[in-house]
């Protein structure tokens, strides 16, 4: 018998006038009981079962880890001892769990679909059970939480050479209040499984499945709001739907796809969960005014309203010698002149503007050229940079200001950009929180969902509290100013336009081959001539 925790009732009664004081109820204490299923004897699939199996583990881990639950996980693999429909069965008939527990199955191996549109998970020697007898036996459950995850039916492929590391790091230290959201603050059945009817689940030895992977790294948000299952599920889709399209598919796996009409990897959801408790709900930045915002920039590129007000601008010096050695990190060269010309931290108030959702594309930009018959830029014909989705790259800072004016815009300010990139958010580093991630941006490298080795599309990654994509990463944006290393300690409170004359021009938010440290919100360079083309340096419009 598994034993059942009970909440404790702190009472405390005072003195001869029998005065009451009540005290809040703590949440209950919480386990989750996880069974992992592993199919990895079969040698066609066993290396993605293998490495799902450590990214499932590893998430679940933080449960415990963090305090947010008691984790009993028990794991059974094929290549071990056989493991039948009956074990799994018997383990569910063996859990009590309390009214305030979760009850996790995850299963990696092969499925089918049968006549009557059934899906069926395959055990040891042609033993096979409905998914839907499964949900049967979790929902007998007295339990909070139920959830039947499936990546079934994996087929391993080769992926092209920009992916070259594990995926996203689970359970990093930002992400892991999200689990509290999904395991703590949600009631009901999670059923989920990695394709849809008609289609394969893919994998390889490097990600696992790609189901499993984008499922457990989704376990995140973007600091400032509730995270449901529902979000979980949307960023899941969508990073199976980005690996499917950038693998490298063999022929005969070509010729299968085609046969079938088949021309992706949706995983399926029968059923979600429902958010109970929203207590610990941040207050988000003032919802942003889009003006004819599309899921993708095509034409002219969606602005959105940033509110007349105040903020903070820079850092303190206070805060140089520890940024100095975060910045050792990545550069053990760093130093406190790296960071001198960020302070002192000051505040500005800056008057309503628009600035772009998305860095201007080379679609965007080609419209430019036609329109004008404008010199193209450095790397136009370049294959690297000429996909269009990307941003332009190769503009001057000449360019970029023609292009602003033929659209009726503006570069934006530095103080504008920084205002903008902090997205809402008060004393972070990034545009999402404090820690760097290549979860959040496309910087230095090819890591887990950053697998842009130069520019990656715009949009690729999360947006701000704004609604604004890439404001850390993909690449270098010119701002209106002339760049000053002590401007900070002279400028106007309020709409400052930078020094009326210099030799370089500001550039704002890191760039694909450069490091975390350049990524932060209040970091400024200032070494760009205006005349000058650089591969990894492009711009948005504000007005």
């Known amino acids: 018998m598994l034993n059942i925790r009970l909440c404790q009732i ?10 009451s004081l009540t005290f809040s109820i703590t949440a209950s204490a919480q386990t989750t009981y996880c ?18 199996a450590e990214t499932v583990q590893k998430a679940l881990e933080v449960l415990q880890s963090e305090g947010i639950s008691e984790l009993k996980m028990t794991t059974m693999r094929s290549s071990e001892k056989k ?3 009956s074990d799994m069965i018997e383990w569910i008939g063996n859990l009590d769990p309390s009214e305030d527990d979760v009850v996790m199955i995850y299963y990696s191996g092969h499925g089918f679909i049968d006549e009557q549109n059934r899906h069926y998970l395959s055990f040891e020697e042609g033993d096979t059970i409905p998914r839907s007898d499964i949900i049967s036996r979790l929902n007998e459950l007295d339990c909070r939480l139920r959830i039947l995850i499936t990546d079934s039916c994996s087929n391993l492929v080769s992926l092209p050479t920009p992916v070259t590391s594990s995926p996203r790091s689970i359970g990093e230290k930002q992400d892991r209040k999200y689990y509290k959201d999904l395991f703590i603050d ?19 030895s490097t990600l696992g499945g790609y189901f499993t992977s984008s499922l457990f790294s989704s376990f995140k948000g973007d600091g400032i709001r509730f995270r449901t299952w529902e979000d979980v599920i949307k960023d899941t889709k969508d990073g199976v739907m980005r690996k499917f399209q950038e693998t490298q598919f063999s022929t005969t796996d070509i010729r299968r796809l085609q046969t079938k009409g088949i021309k992706g990897q949706n995983p399926r959801v029968y059923s979600l969960p429902k958010a109970i408790k929203m207590e610990n709900v941040v207050s988000s930045p003032p919802k942003p005014d889009f003006q004819n915002l599309s899921p993708k920039p095509s034409g002219e590129s969606p602005m959105v309203l940033i509110p007349a007000g105040e903020f903070e601008m820079g850092i303190d010096r206070s805060e140089i010698p520890e940024l100095v050695n975060w910045a ?18 000051h505040k500005v108030y800056l008057d309503a503007y628009y600035i772009d959702v998305y860095e201007v594309t080379n679609e965007m930009y080609a419209k430019f050229l036609k329109a004008t018959n404008h010199k193209p830029p450095k790397y136009w014909d370049d294959p690297r940079y000429n996909d269009p989705q990307q941003p332009v790259v190769g503009v001057t800072w000449e360019d970029a200001k023609a292009y ?7 570069l934006p300010t530095e103080a504008e950009w920084e205002k903008a990139a902090r997205g809402g958010l008060i004393g972070k580093r990034f545009p999402w929180g404090d820690d760097a991630s290549h979860d959040y941006a496309n910087y230095a490298g090819t890591v887990g969902t950053d697998i842009w080795g130069y520019s990656a599309p715009v949009g690729k990654f999360a947006p701000n509290g704004y609604g604004l994509y890439d404001m850390a990463g993909n690449v270098f944006e010119w701002c209106a100013d002339w760049y000053e290393k002590d401007y900070y300690s002279k400028s106007p409170t309020k709409n400052p336009t930078g020094p009326s004359s210099g030799k370089t ?3 704002r938010g890191g760039g694909y081959g450069y490091t975390a440290n350049f990524l932060r919100v209040s970091d400024r360079f200032g070494s760009y001539f205006p005349s000058n083309a650089y591969p990894f340096v492009g711009f948005r419009c504000a007005k």
């Open 404 to 410: 602003c004016d033929w659209a009726g815009k503006r």
């Open 505 to 507: 021009r500001v550039v």
């Open 83 to 85: 493991v039948k429909t």
């Open 328 to 345: 050792k990190g990545y550069d053990q060269s760093a130093m406190a002149s790296w960071f001198e010309d960020e302070t002192p931290r």
């Open 35 to 52: 069974l992992i299923l592993l199919m990895d004897s079969d040698v066609n699939i066993s290396a993605s079962v293998v490495k799902d």
């Open 10 to 19: 702190i009472l405390l009664i005072a003195s001869v006038f029998v005065i």
């Open 186 to 204: 949600h009631r009901g059945l999670l059923d989920v499984t990695a394709a849809s009817e008609g289609e394969y689940a893919w994998g390889n």
